[in-house]
């Protein structure tokens, strides 16, 4: 939750506030993961440094800066005929990016290290001098991809269902929650190239509700087949060559969208001239990027981020 008045909060009412008390749990086969239980930090370590931050989260709740329960970025936003609109701005080295509502309020911070092959996601932003929970060691949710570009999967940090566990009985060493995977490819259309992606996310339910993929819940790979357990399949749209302008073209209703191979829109597997997700470029650093349920806040912005390497 993020912790401010009401009336500066107007990112939050596509969420309409109004989480369930328990999301779903699924059940499936768990096979614990050795080598993440190496790298855990000791539970000693954990509860230390958790200490020392709590002193700054009660510094920042009574300025209403503290943004520590990351439900609202998980959770789907709001049924709507329509997309909701957001932006996201680039930095000029190209490796950090930060989602604005379409008001300009300050969302998410994303940092990408590409040696490492990843993206780490804070709900604090660097560079705002009165908010000093920032630390780059903590990210809210991770996002990291294959050395081929290919596949990319997105984690949640501090799970929902092992939060208040000890961190060696946590998911935390077995994998994390899992929140995405995407798998992208290449396709010729016409003259042009089309960078194409197949999105799977833990499905959603019609009361609220989403599968929390969580290896402590006997989760799996999100990524592999699965009969018992719920996900949900979006894929890109397809553009159509224009021979007129010799270019790709997909048609973004609303926006004024500049050339851009980054350019893209994801409609549902089952209905696929349906939009529920679309990413434009439409100035020198920055491209709007407006989505709708099932997609939550930081599915869409993981998403969107795919698109680093795609030229």
Same mark, same amino acid.
């Given at each position: ?9 107007? =990112? &939050? ?45 009660? *510094? ?22 329509? &997309? ?19 008001? @300009? ?7 990408? #290290? ?18 000093? &929970?920032? *630390? ?23 799970? *929902? ?13 077995? @994998? ?13 259309? @016409? ?16 009361? @609220?509700?989403?599968?929390? =993929? ?7 790979? &999100? ?6 357990? $719920? ?9 159509? =060559? #224009? $021979? ?6 997909? $048609? ?37 990027? *407006? ?18 390497? =795609?030229?």
């Amino acid at each position: 939750m993020v912790f401010r008045e009401e009336s500066a909060a107007s =990112w &939050l009412w596509p969420l309409g506030r109004s989480l369930p008390s328990k999301d779903k749990e699924a059940c499936g086969s768990w096979r614990p993961t050795s080598s993440a239980s190496s790298s855990c930090e000791s539970d000693d370590d954990a509860d230390r440094r958790d200490r020392e931050r709590a002193f700054d989260i009660a *510094d920042s709740v009574e300025k209403g800066l503290a943004r520590e329960v990351v439900a609202e970025f998980t959770h789907p936003l709001r049924k709507s005929g329509k &997309l909701w609109r957001f932006h996201v701005v680039r930095s000029e080295d190209k490796l950090q990016y930060r989602l604005y509502s379409d008001d @300009g309020e300050f969302l998410m911070y994303a940092r990408a #290290n590409l040696e490492a092959c990843r993206v780490d996601f804070f709900l604090y932003n660097p560079t705002d001098k009165e908010d000093k &929970l920032y *630390d780059p060691s903590r990210p809210a949710f991770t996002m990291t991809h294959s050395k081929d570009r290919t596949e990319w999967r997105i984690v949640q940090e501090r799970c *929902d269902h092992c939060q208040f566990l000890p961190k060696h009985l946590s998911c935390a060493c077995h @994998g994390k929650q899992q929140v995405a995977h995407i798998r992208q490819s290449r396709k010729p259309i @016409g003259d042009g190239i089309f960078n194409c992606m197949e999105v799977l996310i833990p499905a959603s339910y019609s009361d @609220g509700s989403r599968v929390i =993929w969580c290896p402590m819940l006997g989760m799996g790979d &999100l990524a592999a087949p699965h009969e018992d357990c $719920d996900t949900q399949q979006i894929c890109t749209k397809k553009p159509t =060559w #224009n $021979d007129e302008v010799e270019s790709l073209v997909l $048609d973004f209703k609303g926006r004024n969208i500049l050339s851009s191979a980054k350019n893209f829109q994801l409609a549902s597997a089952q209905k696929p001239d349906h939009v529920i997700c679309q990413y434009g470029k439409i100035g020198p650093m920055t491209f709007s990027l *407006d989505f709708k349920y099932p997609l939550s806040v930081v599915q869409a912005f993981g998403i969107s981020l795919t698109t680093l390497f =795609w030229t």
